[in-house]
């Protein structure tokens, strides 16, 4: 059974699922999965549990909404107290030792409630928002804080002059205890003393005064007579007429109250009453005994008038006033409103003051109607132009004109602070005002009227800079011009044949040849703004179509012949004007090339060898003076034979057996060879005249209207979206002037140039749109605070409006108004604004009332001490009634309205108020009087007649008054004239490059003293409270460099090179001026600029002139042929495009390619055969091999005769690497520097390196070897660069002038700022370092309410009791330094302060006191205020705040009333900014004494009470006998002379200590030190518990020789033993060592000689 119930299945549940429902709130459900499940785990059938068990599977919820958020919060409670976390851990001890505090844990409660009720909720309905806040938190526990008090002060004189006193000697608390701590120790130390025996009786018994009771008032009469008729029966009737004082006084009374009554202020119930006190007479030991035992003297008053206190009464709360937000803003929702209450009764005497009148709330505005808050926000004009600035190393004087600059440059714009929804709120206004006039029957507009304001914003009104909030708009911007990019054109080409102007018109005569050049660099404007490219001859003769000769065939002998005359065929090419071929029949007009006359040398003629090509015209164009010549020269290759004579004919014909003489050319001379004049030939070039003719343009004009388009040019007034202006209006024609001009001569008839090339003059243009000028409204006109002078006059003051110009006029837009500013006068009061209070007369003097008195002497006078009231009114400045609640809250402290006054008695004598003194006529010089009178019965009294009592005049010298004036303080910086400019709150702007140098001041304050050294006024001593002094700011001296030098040769002659140009550093920059380049290894500045240049390999060529006549060496005038020499000039010429021109130095070309200038040959004989000269040498195929050759060829001139063959007509050499055939390759160059538009001062620009083709022996050669291998060009030529762009640093303009620093006194300084709106960039001028400027503010008087001093205790006529003491408010003047207390001065200079003292509004002048009686035991007054300290923990970071306390001691005068003592108290206030003191205990040995000095010592050096840490002092060492007197000795708790730490005892034999030596201590690690070294150190005192000694984990064990009786341990024996056999151990191994060995046998040692030695290699790399 059991085991079936063991085994019994149990049900599961899933955790509950989401809550669902279709209703927010309570309404939801949620569900959860159940099954059934065995006790082990795996789920079974549910038959298998029990069903009545089986847990719901849903349940009712809480279904959260969003808008739960609003009505479901978190409560959060208080957090509780502080509890330790060892209190909380069972089993975990508590330090011993506090250090900071303890760690605590402090716990809150956390639920969520509904906010409208804080009915609880569901925590799930908060946490659906929010998780929920953490319930627990650590906190600190300080540790207990003991009272620390100060040193005693000296003792006081004996209380006595004769018998036994007391002498006695106070501390004072510096730091209450805190937290548990120690309490305060006794605060006085007595001590008595004894002057000696008294002579006389002591005196035993004084009189004493009491206290004044409370304030009452008299009983009325009836009362009394009540009183008085139970005690007696009914009297005599008095006799009519005759009153008793009383009476008599009732009856003045009744008359003054009701001719006052119309005075009466209904604020003040002001009620006469009496007071009493009591007068004993005490014994020394304090007890009471009759008066008569006292000594008989007058008595003092014991009752005296006094006002009833009365407290201050107020009215309910008044409602509350309107939200000050009446509006609805996002930002700030809340506003606040106040409500007032007014006073009824105003407190009198001693009556609690009335609390405060006005209260404050936050609020929101409510109602649906709430218009929305004011917002505002920045606006910017535009922007200005951009303007760029040179960089260093374009500063040039062939580059003075900057109007051309390009680049980056700096543009900067205005801010101003404007209403953003200022159109909005003013048509809200309107629609509310409109609404409330619009009757039913109105419909409403259909379209939304919102839509109508858009078109309405022009410009917003500026307001104050100060109501905009959030981030100011960048006041400068960078800015970039782009640079145009400048036309570039190719050289000129050849002139063109001379054509006609038109191929279609061939009637004209007149005919051009042309020449062109093209554009290599488009220009950004077009290419109209490139120079001209065509061109002009005027020629004759023009044709369109002309022959151009291509080749010319083989000579061709005629009639068959092998060799004689014959001709050669022209092969031509008909060509248009451009040159290109063109279909043959068009130059059918002109005659076809004919047929060339040649020659072919027979074997025995002279061969001459071709003509050279005709050499470069001479000159370009011909003149009556000049003429173009070219020339030719051909050269004798081969002589012709010499002629035989007839009888060698003859002798030939007869042998031969001839019928006739034969035809032998062979036997008679070939054709001859011409002279020398027939090998050159000569011909006229460039026959046309130099008069050569080209159009040329002006410069497009203006952007015109076309008055064909009829579209209209409207102005904008505003600015497109974002800033940008709106594109073109309608399209314009621009206009340029066209002329046909002569080269070198000028402007020329049109009909002069050709009319194909002519340019256009007109082209459209798009109008740019006209730009009004748009300037904001006028601001609201500035405010008028109203000042007044010291007299109270209004001063007058000036107000202003302003407007700034957001958009400048621009293409004819309408301009700027001239008047920005305006100015008016300020409406002003007639009266200052403000309030004051006047009093009225004093009242008659009461008296205390009669029946009170009657008992006093003089009581049946009406006369005596008594009280007088006054009323108190507001009025306004100028006199006229005011609430008091204004002069409350504006005015300055009320005036008293109560005062002490005496009515004099018969005796007394009564005098006049004195007079004003009399007028000085001039300072220092006479005196001046004052005067008073007796009045009444007075005059006859003889007493009253003593001038030496009662003097009637006063006289004293006029005041002296002379004053000096002095400066004081530093110079000011140094101040530029503001130069008229006004500071502006509604726009900020941007400085940029205004004057920060020259002349300008600086100040200096000067004081003013009087003759008694106190300071005054400025005005005085005719100062304007300055010293001014010129002063000169040094200008900023930017880097100078120098022009540009010129640009160095091409460093390469011959492909891609570099030539380099640079700047030198002339003068460095000083003053913060634009600071130089980086500098080289000589520290000057050097700018270089690098660019890639390219040597066109053929631009000097060799050239050669025809090979002279042979010089044939061995000379045979008959056949003139054989071995002989040739030679030639060569000269270095520079290659043009029309061939070689002028001759150069010879290094400028290639010296490897230079033609020889001789050669040694063999002149061909007659009949030989005559090559021309060798062809060039075929190229070499690449790879270079020795299996490849290359060839040259030579076809022969003339053949040879028969038998005789010609030579090689090919010639073959093998391939060579580097000597005749050669690899090519690309080679690329460095990056040039980067280079900008020609006017481009930074920015954007390119960096180029060029591609060179070097020959595999490292020469560089033409890029045509390259090009025509087809290699890779995988190198990007261009890049993009960034020159960075100067910009100069702007500043913003110097604010406004702060208030002075100081209200007052010698030290005050006015600050003015300015910030950086730009900072600098590249080499642009560097902000200055001085951000801001202060100059003294004039001197003026520090004024100041002062108290005196409090009196002595002063008790009427008697020796102790209850008295008053005084202090007076006085005004004092001081310099503001702070040293000194000041100088006394009328009370008038403080009139215009406000009544307080350090802030204190509350003024007090007398105040209750105690004398003490003699013998009594009496409190002192309370001690000045300690110093604020922290309740810390010095180093570790712990504050607990900061406190300060003060105490009151006891006074002891008799040793038997020292029971009666009353105890000592003190009490504290928290303070801000205390100081964290530590505390140590100090020792030290008196002068002139053995006595060991033991004291606890603060760390500002203050010696104290208490604070220092809770181990025990160092004791003084005059407990111990004898006393311990050795160096570094010290008394323990035993009473034995002990070392301090590290330091051992050497006892005498007698057990007495003799020295502290030095030892060390073996301090044996543990397992709480990490460090698990041994180290030796100096020993903590050994006579102390391991627990006193900070900072040490662990046990150290110390080695100590003596035990406490001074005789050696035990261990010590057992060391020396151990010494003693290690002792004898190591003299045996010495002796061992050093004992001489017996020689071995000979053998042995050979045997051993012969043995080898083997090593063992154990790794080690030293082996």
Not at 539 to 564: F, H, I, K, N, T
Not at 976 to 987: N, T
Not at 1434 to 1460: C, H, I, T, Y
Request: net charge neutral; proline share 9%.
């Amino acid at each position: 059974m059991w085991r079936a119930v063991t085994h019994m299945p149990s049900a599961g549940s899933g955790p509950w699922g989401r809550c669902m429902g279709s209703d927010c709130g309570p309404g939801g459900s949620q569900s959860r999965a159940v099954w059934c499940a065995h006790v082990e785990g795996w789920t079974t059938l549910y038959t298998n549990c029990d069903h009545i068990q089986r847990p719901s599977n849903q349940r009712n919820c809480f279904r959260v909404c969003d808008w739960h958020k609003d009505l479901y919060d978190w409560q959060l409670g208080a957090w509780n107290e502080c509890v330790p976390v060892s209190a909380r851990t069972s089993g975990a001890p508590r330090p011993s030792v506090c250090s900071g505090g303890e760690e605590g844990i402090q716990t809150r409660e956390v639920s969520c409630v509904l906010k409208s009720d804080r009915l609880p909720a569901d925590d799930a309905i908060c946490e659906y928002f929010e998780p929920k806040p953490r319930l627990e938190q650590a906190c600190l526990i300080p540790c207990p804080q003991d009272c620390v008090v100060s040193e005693y002060s000296p003792w006081t004189s004996c209380s006595k002059t004769c018998g036994t006193g007391l002498m006695n000697r106070v501390r004072s608390v510096l730091v209450p205890p805190l937290f548990g701590g120690a309490v305060c120790p006794n605060l006085t130390e007595f001590q008595s003393c004894k002057l000696g025996p008294c002579t006389g009786p002591e005196g035993m018994y004084s009189l004493r005064v009491g206290p004044w009771s409370p304030c009452a008032i008299p009983e009325t009469r009836s009362v009394r007579q009540v009183k008085r008729r139970k005690g007696k029966g009914p009297g005599l009737r008095e006799r009519a007429g005759v009153k008793d004082p009383e009476t008599r006084e009732l009856i003045q009374k009744k008359r003054t109250r009701n001719r006052l009554n119309r005075q009466e202020s209904p604020f003040w119930d002001i009620q006469v009453g009496y007071q009493t006190r009591e007068v004993t007479c005490t014994h020394r030991n304090g007890s009471t005994m009759a008066r008569n035992l006292c000594t008989l003297r007058d008595l003092p008053l014991t009752v005296q008038s006094c006002v009833l206190p009365k407290d201050c009464q107020l009215t309910d709360w008044a409602d509350w006033d309107p939200c000050s937000k009446a509006c609805v803003d996002p930002e700030s929702p809340s506003g606040t409103r106040t409500r007032t209450r007014r006073v009824l009764q105003f407190p009198v005497g001693e009556g609690e003051e009335c609390p405060s009148l006005e209260e404050t709330e936050p609020c929101e505005p409510q109602g649906d109607g709430v218009p929305p808050c004011a917002t505002y926000t920045w606006r910017t004009t535009e922007w200005s132009d951009c303007r760029v600035d040179l960089l260093l190393s374009q500063q040039d004087r062939r580059r003075s004109n900057q109007t051309g600059l390009c680049g980056g440059g700096l543009q900067t714009r205005e801010v101003y602070c404007v209403q953003a929804n200022a159109e909005l709120l003013t048509y809200l206004n309107d629609l509310r005002e409109k609404d409330k006039g619009q009757t039913q029957r109105q419909q409403k507009p259909s379209v939304p009227p919102l839509l109508s304001i858009t078109f309405q914003i022009t410009a917003s009104r500026p307001v104050e800079n100060k109501l905009c909030e959030g981030p100011v708009p960048n006041r400068s911007q960078l800015c970039h011009i782009p640079c145009p990019i400048e036309c570039e054109v190719s050289p000129w080409g050849a002139w063109g044949p001379c054509t006609f102007e038109s191929c279609d018109d061939q009637a004209a005569k007149k005919g051009f040849k042309l020449r062109r050049r093209q554009i290599t660099n488009k220009p950004s404007g077009g290419p109209e703004n490139c120079p001209h490219l065509v061109e002009a001859l005027p020629c004759d003769e023009p044709s369109c179509y002309d022959w151009r000769l291509v080749s010319l065939d083989p000579c061709v002998p005629e009639d068959e012949q092998a060799c004689g005359p014959g001709t050669q065929l022209a092969q031509a090419q008909c060509v248009n004007s451009n040159g290109e071929e063109v279909d043959r029949s068009l130059c059918s007009s002109s005659p076809a090339p004919q047929p060339v006359r040649c020659e072919v040398p027979c074997s025995r003629d002279c061969v001459l060898s071709d003509w050279t090509p005709w050499s470069t015209c001479s000159q370009t164009c011909s003149s009556k003076t000049i003429e173009g010549k070219q020339m030719r020269t051909r050269s004798v290759l081969a002589y012709n034979a010499g002629e035989v004579t007839a009888m060698v004919v003859a002798w030939i014909t007869v042998m031969e057996g001839l019928s006739r003489v034969p035809k032998f050319p062979e036997l008679f001379g070939g054709a001859l060879c011409p002279n020398s004049s027939a090998l050159q030939e000569t011909r006229n070039c460039n026959e046309h005249a130099c008069t050569v003719y080209h159009w040329q343009t002006g410069p497009w004009g203006p952007c015109s209207e076309d008055p064909s388009t009829s579209a209209l040019n409207t102005s904008t007034g505003a600015r497109g979206a974002g800033g940008v202006d709106q594109g073109p209006c309608s399209t314009g024609i621009q206009t340029r002037k066209v002329i046909c001009v002569r080269v070198n001569v000028g402007q020329v008839p049109p009909k002069k140039c050709p009319d194909g090339p002519h340019p256009g003059t007109v082209r459209p243009c798009q109008l740019p749109c006209k730009k009004d000028c748009i300037v904001t409204p006028f601001s609201d006109w500035m405010p008028c605070p109203v000042t007044c002078d010291a007299a109270g006059n209004v001063m007058k003051k000036k107000q202003s409006r302003n407007r700034l110009i957001i958009q400048l006029p621009s293409n004819g837009g309408q301009d700027c108004p001239e008047v920005l500013e305006e100015e008016k006068d300020c409406d002003v009061p007639k009266v200052c604004p403000g309030f004051r209070w006047k009093t009225h007369k004093w009242r008659k003097c009461q008296l205390v009332p009669w029946f009170l008195r009657q008992d006093s002497p003089g009581a049946q006078e009406t006369c005596g001490p008594g009280l007088q009231t006054r009323a108190v009114s507001c009025r306004q400045l100028d006199g006229t009634q005011a609430d008091i609640s204004d002069c409350l809250k504006f005015a300055k402290a009320m005036p008293p309205i109560t005062q002490r006054c005496q009515l004099p008695c018969q005796d007394d004598c009564q005098l006049t108020n004195w007079s004003k003194f009399s007028s000085c006529t001039a300072d220092c010089v006479g005196v001046r009087t004052r005067k008073r009178a007796l009045i009444g019965r007075s005059k006859k009294k003889d007493k009253c007649k003593n001038t030496q009592m009662y003097p009637l005049s006063e006289t004293q010298y006029c005041p002296c008054d002379k004053y000096n004036a002095q400066p004081v303080g530093n110079w000011s910086d140094c101040i530029l004239p503001e130069g008229g400019r006004v500071e502006s709150v509604l726009g900020m702007k941007v400085q940029g490059d205004i004057k920060e140098c020259g002349q300008g001041y600086r100040y200096q304050a000067m004081v003013c003293y009087d003759q008694d050294s106190r300071l005054v006024e400025t005005s005085r001593c005719n100062s304007h409270g300055y010293i001014e002094e010129a002063c000169i700011i040094p200008c900023p001296s930017d880097c100078k460099l120098s022009e540009w030098s010129n640009w160095s040769r091409c460093s390469k002659s011959c492909g891609s090179g570099v030539k380099v140009r640079s700047k030198w550093l002339r003068e460095k920059p000083y003053n913060g001026g634009r600071p130089c380049p980086k500098l080289d290894h000589i520290n000057q500045a050097q700018v270089y600029e690098v660019v890639p240049c390219q040597s066109d390999c053929n631009q000097y060529v060799w050239v050669a002139e025809p090979w002279s006549v042979w010089k044939v060496s061995n000379v045979d005038l008959k056949e003139n042929c054989g071995e002989g020499v040739q030679t030639r000039k060569v000269r270095c010429m520079l290659n043009t495009i029309d061939g070689p021109s002028d001759p150069v130095e010879d290094y400028l070309c290639d010296p490897e390619e230079m033609p020889l200038g001789a050669r040694e040959s063999r002149l061909p004989c007659p009949e030989d055969c005559v090559l021309n000269d060798w062809g060039p040498w075929s190229r070499c195929s690449l790879p270079c091999t020795r299996t490849n050759s290359r060839v040259r060829t030579a076809y022969a001139i003339r053949s040879p005769s028969v038998g005789r063959q010609c030579p090689d007509t090919t010639d073959k050499e093998p391939c060579s690497l580097n000597l005749n055939c050669f690899n090519y390759f690309y080679n690329i160059t460095d990056w040039s520097t980067c280079q900008l538009s020609p006017n481009a001062v930074c920015g954007s620009g390119i960096k180029t390196r060029m591609l060179d083709c070097v020959r595999s022996d490292g020469k560089s050669v033409d890029l045509k070897f390259c090009e025509e291998l087809k290699l890779e060009k995988k190198w990007q030529m261009n890049v993009s660069c960034v020159v960075e762009c100067p910009v100069n640093c702007q500043l913003s303009e110097w604010s406004a002038w702060s208030e002075c620093s100081q209200t007052c006194g010698l030290e005050g300084k006015m600050w003015r700022r300015r910030s950086v709106v730009q900072a600098s960039q590249g080499d642009g001028r560097p902000c200055p370092t001085q951000m801001e400027q202060w100059k003294p503010c004039p001197v003026r008087p520090c004024y100041r309410w002062q108290y005196s001093p409090w009196s002595e205790c002063r008790v009427e006529d008697v020796v102790c009791g209850h008295g008053t003491r005084y202090r007076n408010l006085s005004c004092f003047v001081s310099d503001g330094s702070g040293s000194g207390d000041g100088s006394l001065v009328d009370e008038e200079l403080c009139s215009s302060l406000e009544m307080a003292v350090n802030g204190d509004k509350k003024i007090r002048l007398k105040e209750p006191c105690t004398l003490p009686c003699p013998g009594e035991c009496y409190l002192m007054e309370w001690s000045d205020w300690s110093p604020c300290v922290s309740v810390c923990v010095k180093g570790a970071g712990v504050d607990f705040g900061s406190v300060q306390v003060r105490s009151r001691a006891v006074m002891a005068q008799e040793p038997e009333n020292l029971q009666l003592c009353p105890d000592q108290a003190w009490e504290s206030r928290p303070c801000i900014g205390g100081e964290c003191f530590e505390y140590k205990w100090m020792s030290s040995v008196r002068p002139n004494s053995t006595r060991l000095s033991i004291w606890c010592q603060r760390s500002d050096g203050l010696n104290v009470t208490g604070g220092c840490p809770p181990m025990n002092p160092p004791v003084d060492n005059s407990s111990c006998d004898p006393p311990c007197l050795m160096p570094k000795s010290l008394c323990s708790e035993a009473g034995v002379c002990m070392c301090e730490e590290g330091y051992t005892e050497v006892l005498s034999p007698t057990g007495q200590l003799v020295q502290c030596a030095p030892i060390p201590i073996l301090e044996i690690p543990t397992a709480g030190d990490k460090k698990a070294d041994v180290k030796t150190s100096r020993a903590v005192n050994p006579t102390l518990p391991t627990t006193v000694q900070p900072g040490r984990t662990g046990r150290t064990w110390y080695l100590q020789p003596y035990g406490p009786d001074g005789k050696l341990k035990m261990w010590v024996y057992g060391v020396a033993a151990g010494a003693f056999v290690l002792l004898i151990f190591i003299v045996s191994m010495i002796y061992l060592a050093c004992k001489k060995p017996k020689r071995p046998q000979r053998q042995r040692q050979q045997n051993n000689r012969l043995k080898p030695l083997t090593l063992a290699y154990d790794g080690d790399t030293d082996m």
